[in-house]
Protein backbone atom coordinates (compact mmCIF):
# COMPACT_ATOMS: atom_id res chain seq x y z
CA UNK A 1 0.00 0.00 0.00
CA UNK A 2 1.52 3.51 -1.05
CA UNK A 3 1.19 5.72 1.79
CA UNK A 4 2.16 9.29 1.53
CA UNK A 5 2.89 11.76 4.59
CA UNK A 6 2.34 15.72 4.38
CA UNK A 7 4.05 17.78 6.56
CA UNK A 8 2.76 19.77 8.38
CA UNK A 9 -0.45 19.02 8.97
CA UNK A 10 -1.52 22.95 9.66
CA UNK A 11 0.46 26.06 9.00
CA UNK A 12 -0.58 29.35 9.83
CA UNK A 13 1.65 32.19 9.14
CA UNK A 14 1.28 36.10 8.58
CA UNK A 15 1.21 37.72 4.95
CA UNK A 16 5.02 37.78 3.27
CA UNK A 17 6.13 34.83 4.85
CA UNK A 18 8.16 32.23 3.12
CA UNK A 19 7.17 28.81 3.65
CA UNK A 20 7.91 24.78 2.64
CA UNK A 21 5.45 22.21 3.09
CA UNK A 22 6.50 18.74 2.28
CA UNK A 23 5.28 15.19 0.87
CA UNK A 24 7.17 12.08 1.77
CA UNK A 25 7.13 8.14 1.27
CA UNK A 26 8.69 5.10 0.97
CA UNK A 27 7.66 4.40 -2.32
CA UNK A 28 9.10 5.36 -5.55
CA UNK A 29 6.53 7.07 -8.07
CA UNK A 30 6.54 8.07 -11.80
CA UNK A 31 4.86 10.99 -11.08
CA UNK A 32 3.28 13.42 -7.89
CA UNK A 33 1.03 15.92 -8.75
CA UNK A 34 0.58 18.70 -6.41
CA UNK A 35 -3.45 20.21 -5.88
CA UNK A 36 -4.94 23.05 -3.95
CA UNK A 37 -8.33 22.86 -2.61
CA UNK A 38 -10.10 26.16 -1.45
CA UNK A 39 -13.61 25.66 1.26
CA UNK A 40 -16.72 24.58 -0.61
CA UNK A 41 -14.71 23.69 -4.17
CA UNK A 42 -12.71 20.38 -5.35
CA UNK A 43 -9.06 20.32 -5.68
CA UNK A 44 -7.55 21.94 -8.31
CA UNK A 45 -4.17 20.90 -9.98
CA UNK A 46 -0.61 22.92 -9.25
CA UNK A 47 1.66 20.64 -10.96
CA UNK A 48 2.74 17.50 -12.30
CA UNK A 49 6.48 16.39 -11.84
CA UNK A 50 7.69 13.58 -13.29
CA UNK A 51 11.66 13.28 -12.84
CA UNK A 52 13.79 13.19 -10.31
CA UNK A 53 15.25 16.11 -8.97
CA UNK A 54 12.80 18.05 -11.45
CA UNK A 55 11.89 21.51 -10.30
CA UNK A 56 8.98 23.89 -11.42
CA UNK A 57 8.05 27.08 -11.06
CA UNK A 58 4.61 28.71 -10.88
CA UNK A 59 5.09 32.20 -10.26
CA UNK A 60 5.83 32.39 -6.38
CA UNK A 61 5.48 28.73 -5.99
CA UNK A 62 8.65 26.25 -6.48
CA UNK A 63 7.53 22.77 -6.46
CA UNK A 64 10.71 20.01 -6.44
CA UNK A 65 10.59 16.03 -7.13
CA UNK A 66 13.21 14.23 -4.76
CA UNK A 67 16.20 12.47 -6.70
CA UNK A 68 14.50 9.28 -6.22
CA UNK A 69 11.30 10.17 -6.68
CA UNK A 70 9.83 9.08 -2.98
CA UNK A 71 9.45 13.07 -1.98
CA UNK A 72 8.66 16.15 -2.74
CA UNK A 73 8.24 19.62 -1.70
CA UNK A 74 6.26 22.98 -2.34
CA UNK A 75 8.00 26.73 -1.54
CA UNK A 76 5.88 29.78 -1.44
CA UNK A 77 7.54 32.84 -1.56
CA UNK A 78 5.89 35.82 0.26
CA UNK A 79 2.46 34.12 0.96
CA UNK A 80 -0.70 36.00 0.54
CA UNK A 81 -3.82 35.47 1.84
CA UNK A 82 -5.07 34.32 -1.49
CA UNK A 83 -2.17 31.30 -1.36
CA UNK A 84 -4.77 29.85 1.79
CA UNK A 85 -5.99 26.37 1.56
CA UNK A 86 -5.19 22.64 1.42
CA UNK A 87 -2.66 21.64 -0.64
CA UNK A 88 -2.63 17.70 -1.66
CA UNK A 89 -0.02 15.69 -3.12
CA UNK A 90 -0.82 12.43 -5.34
CA UNK A 91 1.17 9.63 -6.19
CA UNK A 92 1.23 6.99 -8.98
CA UNK A 93 3.44 4.39 -9.78
CA UNK A 94 4.07 3.51 -13.43
CA UNK A 95 1.06 2.29 -15.68
CA UNK A 96 -1.06 2.46 -12.66
CA UNK A 97 -4.47 3.73 -13.15
CA UNK A 98 -5.04 5.63 -10.52
CA UNK A 99 -2.99 7.64 -7.70
CA UNK A 100 -2.56 8.13 -4.08
CA UNK A 101 -3.30 11.40 -2.12
CA UNK A 102 -1.43 12.59 0.94
CA UNK A 103 -3.31 14.14 4.19
CA UNK A 104 -2.80 17.28 2.89
CA UNK A 105 -1.43 20.43 4.77
CA UNK A 106 -3.74 23.48 5.84
CA UNK A 107 -2.43 26.51 4.87
CA UNK A 108 -4.05 29.57 6.46
CA UNK A 109 -1.62 33.05 5.58
CA UNK A 110 -2.96 36.07 7.29
CA UNK A 111 -3.19 39.45 6.03
CA UNK B 1 -15.86 24.95 -20.92
CA UNK B 2 -17.85 23.19 -18.47
CA UNK B 3 -16.26 21.58 -15.92
CA UNK B 4 -17.10 18.18 -13.85
CA UNK B 5 -20.44 18.79 -12.73
CA UNK B 6 -21.86 17.30 -9.49
CA UNK B 7 -25.26 17.50 -8.09
CA UNK B 8 -26.74 18.18 -5.95
CA UNK B 9 -24.55 19.82 -3.92
CA UNK B 10 -25.85 19.38 -0.42
CA UNK B 11 -27.86 16.39 0.76
CA UNK B 12 -29.21 16.22 4.15
CA UNK B 13 -31.60 12.68 4.74
CA UNK B 14 -32.59 10.72 7.56
CA UNK B 15 -30.43 7.13 8.47
CA UNK B 16 -32.15 4.45 6.08
CA UNK B 17 -33.16 6.20 3.34
CA UNK B 18 -31.65 5.95 -0.12
CA UNK B 19 -29.14 8.68 -1.87
CA UNK B 20 -28.36 9.16 -5.19
CA UNK B 21 -25.18 11.45 -6.32
CA UNK B 22 -24.96 12.58 -9.75
CA UNK B 23 -21.78 13.04 -11.77
CA UNK B 24 -21.33 14.72 -15.65
CA UNK B 25 -17.42 14.40 -16.52
CA UNK B 26 -15.34 16.75 -18.76
CA UNK B 27 -16.44 15.66 -22.23
CA UNK B 28 -13.76 13.45 -24.42
CA UNK B 29 -12.79 12.58 -20.84
CA UNK B 30 -12.87 8.85 -20.59
CA UNK B 31 -11.67 8.02 -16.78
CA UNK B 32 -14.29 9.01 -13.98
CA UNK B 33 -13.07 8.79 -10.70
CA UNK B 34 -15.51 8.93 -6.89
CA UNK B 35 -14.00 10.42 -3.81
CA UNK B 36 -14.89 10.79 -0.31
CA UNK B 37 -13.27 13.27 1.50
CA UNK B 38 -13.47 13.43 5.78
CA UNK B 39 -11.59 15.29 8.18
CA UNK B 40 -10.29 12.07 9.62
CA UNK B 41 -9.47 10.46 6.64
CA UNK B 42 -9.08 12.70 3.63
CA UNK B 43 -9.57 11.90 0.59
CA UNK B 44 -10.30 8.42 -0.31
CA UNK B 45 -11.01 6.58 -3.57
CA UNK B 46 -14.35 4.70 -3.76
CA UNK B 47 -13.90 3.47 -7.21
CA UNK B 48 -12.61 4.61 -11.25
CA UNK B 49 -13.90 3.58 -14.77
CA UNK B 50 -12.32 3.76 -18.02
CA UNK B 51 -14.44 4.04 -20.57
CA UNK B 52 -17.87 3.29 -18.38
CA UNK B 53 -16.03 -0.05 -17.02
CA UNK B 54 -15.67 -0.11 -13.10
CA UNK B 55 -11.57 -1.07 -13.14
CA UNK B 56 -11.18 -0.80 -9.19
CA UNK B 57 -13.89 -0.91 -6.46
CA UNK B 58 -11.66 -1.83 -3.78
CA UNK B 59 -12.38 1.60 -1.83
CA UNK B 60 -15.95 1.04 -1.72
CA UNK B 61 -16.47 0.36 2.04
CA UNK B 62 -19.83 -1.52 2.21
CA UNK B 63 -22.05 -3.66 -0.62
CA UNK B 64 -24.45 -0.47 0.33
CA UNK B 65 -22.10 1.14 -2.20
CA UNK B 66 -22.77 0.95 -5.65
CA UNK B 67 -21.65 3.14 -8.60
CA UNK B 68 -22.47 2.86 -12.36
CA UNK B 69 -21.91 4.59 -15.33
CA UNK B 70 -24.63 4.05 -18.21
CA UNK B 71 -22.93 5.66 -20.64
CA UNK B 72 -19.44 8.45 -21.24
CA UNK B 73 -21.77 11.54 -19.90
CA UNK B 74 -23.14 10.53 -16.74
CA UNK B 75 -22.25 8.39 -13.79
CA UNK B 76 -24.05 7.81 -9.61
CA UNK B 77 -22.71 7.03 -6.99
CA UNK B 78 -25.44 5.12 -4.67
CA UNK B 79 -25.87 4.76 -0.88
CA UNK B 80 -28.38 2.37 -0.09
CA UNK B 81 -29.71 2.43 3.27
CA UNK B 82 -27.27 5.38 4.37
CA UNK B 83 -25.85 5.44 7.85
CA UNK B 84 -24.72 8.47 9.65
CA UNK B 85 -21.02 7.65 9.29
CA UNK B 86 -21.23 8.54 5.42
CA UNK B 87 -21.37 11.91 6.08
CA UNK B 88 -18.74 13.02 4.40
CA UNK B 89 -17.90 15.27 0.94
CA UNK B 90 -18.42 13.25 -1.84
CA UNK B 91 -16.41 14.08 -4.79
CA UNK B 92 -16.42 13.11 -9.18
CA UNK B 93 -13.15 13.84 -10.56
CA UNK B 94 -12.72 12.90 -14.73
CA UNK B 95 -9.23 12.47 -16.27
CA UNK B 96 -8.54 12.09 -20.39
CA UNK B 97 -6.41 9.39 -20.39
CA UNK B 98 -6.61 6.47 -17.50
CA UNK B 99 -3.40 7.24 -16.46
CA UNK B 100 -2.37 8.04 -12.85
CA UNK B 101 -0.33 11.14 -14.26
CA UNK B 102 -3.34 12.45 -16.09
CA UNK B 103 -4.84 15.32 -14.49
CA UNK B 104 -7.49 15.21 -12.17
CA UNK B 105 -10.23 17.61 -12.91
CA UNK B 106 -12.80 17.64 -10.12
CA UNK B 107 -16.28 18.81 -9.63
CA UNK B 108 -17.28 20.88 -6.63
CA UNK B 109 -18.10 17.65 -4.50
CA UNK B 110 -21.75 16.57 -2.85
CA UNK B 111 -21.81 17.31 0.95
CA UNK B 112 -23.46 14.77 2.46
CA UNK B 113 -25.42 14.52 5.97
CA UNK B 114 -26.82 11.69 6.95
CA UNK B 115 -28.74 12.44 10.45
Known amino acids: TQLLEQSPQFLSIQEGENLTVYCNSS?????LQWYRQEPGEGPVLLVT?????EVKKLKRLTFQFGDARKDSSLHITAAQPGDTGLYLC???????????FGDGTTLTVKP | DAGVIQSPRHEVTEMGQEVTLRCKPI?????LFWYRQTMMRGLELLIY????????DSGMPEDRFSAKMPNASFSTLKIQPSEPRDSAVYFC?????????????FGNGTRLTVT
Open chain 1, 49 to 53: VVTGG
Open chain 2, 49 to 56: FNNNVPID
Open chain 1, 27 to 31: SVFSS
Open chain 2, 27 to 31: SGHNS
Open chain 1, 90 to 100: AGARANAGKST
Open chain 2, 93 to 105: ASSLQGLASSPLH
